[in-house]
């Protein structure tokens, strides 16, 4: 991938709220597989993981945040 941390994500709507779904499709797996984990270190592995899916759905503007999924 050639794009840097620098450079924003150009999307067409249709593309962000496709992105929004996808991302509100982990939180909620995240969420299951977090609350069924009996490890501890993998638990907490998910929960970083859920944090940073959750960043970009505040990158992704309102629509990934409705929770409409």
Request: charge should be negative; include cysteine; glycine fraction near 2%.
């Amino acid at each position: 991938m050639n794009a840097t941390a620098h450079e924003p994500l150009s999307l067409t709507s249709e593309e962000r709220e496709v992105l929004a779904e996808l991302l509100e499709l982990a939180r909620v797996r995240l969420l299951v597989e977090i609350r069924h984990t009996d490890h501890r270190a993998f638990r907490d592995e998910l929960r970083h993981r859920l944090t940073v899916v959750e960043s970009l759905m505040e990158h992704c503007g309102p629509a990934a945040s409705t929770g409409s999924v």
